[in-house]
């Protein structure tokens, strides 16, 4: 057997063989870097989600106490306009 034939044949299958396992392997990692980025994403998308939830939760509470105060020193005014109404009548 001659080994021109042997070469032709793994020069014209082989190559192309071996590039598309090379190209394969290539994409592969290149994916696996792309899911690896996306799930960083995604968790600090989470993270600053997480963040704003709590200072927005934080500003109602601070709204909430502010509005009660507030609240409780005008029903003391009113109540105090009140008393003076009856002793002027």
Known sequence: METKPLLDLFSNQGFPIALSILLIFRIDRFMQEIVLARKEGYRQILKNTKEIHNTI???????????????????KELAGVKVELRKIE
């Open 57 to 75: 939760t934080s500003l109602n509470q601070q709204n909430r106490k502010y509005c009660s105060l507030h609240f409780s020193e005008v029903q």
